[in-house]
């Protein structure tokens, strides 16, 4: 098994960025809910997502190269992040793309992606022996309790469109293809080169997303600025400093612990809908935020 090469260009964060790292994860994922919402209406979603995961993959490979990192040397080492790039990059984002193309709200979007540190946890014992302490079940609990208050305005809405029973479904599976590419690069991760292994993880969304597009994508195409600024965003933000931040989080804790991390985000989503969108928030949402913050912290503790 090959080890962690060193990183030049990712020093090991001291205590202080260590404490740090998850609030800046948090607004980071959070915004990809809301570039999903912009650039919907000016581009096929499925054509997005394949050219999106194609320019972050070119964008690494070069910060790889001129960081000199170590590439695997064996076929495991080049196919467990490809993997895990597939179910985490390619299934997990080319499915919320597509459902809030579809009519998912973002906020939805939200709440559903906020069930996967429920399914991380129930799959993290028997599938990576992680015990869940009790303290820990009783954050996560807490936190779908606070997401739930913060969307429940949005899931008793009374629109004529309602919630698509289809993008409601390709939402859910693609929550499930997150959990299982977080275990996985749980399991297998520590092999490879983080910036390599990131790498790759996007080749992996290469192989899941273009087939998408060519087989079930279309041509929309609008260029806008706002399609140009939500690309951008969803390139270099998203994509290229979020995966490094998860992979930087998921080796440094339990993988339970980091997938509490993402109760934070629909209520950050929230925040978010309000100042770009005008999206209101009543006081219910506002005692659901602090509630999902509450039990992040008892989730997370140790």
Not at 174 to 198: E, H, M, N, S
């Amino acid at each position: 098994m090959l080890r962690p090469a060193a990183m030049p260009m990712l020093p090991r964060p001291s205590t202080l960025a260590s404490g740090a790292l998850p609030a800046l994860f948090i607004p980071i994922w959070a915004t990809g809910f809301i570039s999903a919402r912009a650039v919907v209406p000016h581009v096929d979603p499925l054509a997005f997502t394949a050219v999106r995961f194609t320019a972050v993959a070119l964008v690494l490979a070069l910060i790889a190269a001129a960081a000199r990192v170590r590439w695997p040397g064996d076929r495991a080492g080049w196919r467990d992040p490809v993997i895990a790039g597939f179910l985490m990059q390619g299934v997990y984002l080319s499915g919320v793309f597509w459902a809030v193309s579809h009519g998912l709200p973002a906020g939805i979007a939200a709440l559903v992606g906020s069930l996967q540190p429920l399914l991380t946890a129930l799959l993290a014992q028997p599938l990576l022996g992680e015990r869940v302490s009790g303290r820990r079940a009783l954050g996560i609990l807490m936190g779908f309790v606070g997401t739930g208050l913060v969307l429940a305005p949005k899931l008793g809405a009374t629109d004529p469109s309602g919630i698509p029973p289809a993008a409601l479904a390709v939402s859910l599976l693609g929550v499930l293809a997150l959990t299982l590419g977080t275990l996985w690069q749980k399991r297998t991760g520590g092999r490879v080169d983080l910036l390599a292994g990131a790498t790759l993880q996007f080749v992996g969304g290469m192989a899941c997303a273009i087939p998408l597009a060519l087989a079930f994508g279309g041509t929309a195409f609008d260029p806008a600025p706002a399609l140009w600024l939500g690309l951008g965003w969803a390139v270099l933000v998203n994509s290229v400093a979020g995966i490094l931040l998860l992979l930087v989080l998921i080796r440094r804790g339990a993988v339970a612990g980091v997938a509490a991390l993402f109760f934070l985000v629909p209520p950050v989503a929230a925040v978010l809908g309000y100042l770009l969108f005008g999206e209101v928030l009543t006081p219910v949402q506002g005692a659901g935020m602090a509630l999902a913050a509450l039990g992040v912290a008892v989730a997370s503790r140790g």
